[in-house]
């Protein structure tokens, strides 16, 4: 699944390298942090959060099929995972 998330993200942003760190808590439930640049953070999130939110339907499809569940959360510099 993060190489599903790692191939859209490079493919919609023309900064190829963000941090993306995964995180797996209880049984079931995956969480990638994306730490894009600060300049590229508005494209991934897009007007009203569409871009990010259709990322995340992406991948909900996905999860489902493994029996999982993910979220994603965007973190700025200043912010800490």
Known sequence: MEELLKFIISSILPEKNVAISKEETEDDLITFYIKPNPED????????GKVIKSISQILKIKATLMKKRVTLKVVSEN???
């Open 41 to 48: 953070a508005g494209i991934l999130i897009g007007k009203g």
């Open 79 to 81: 912010q800490e995972n």
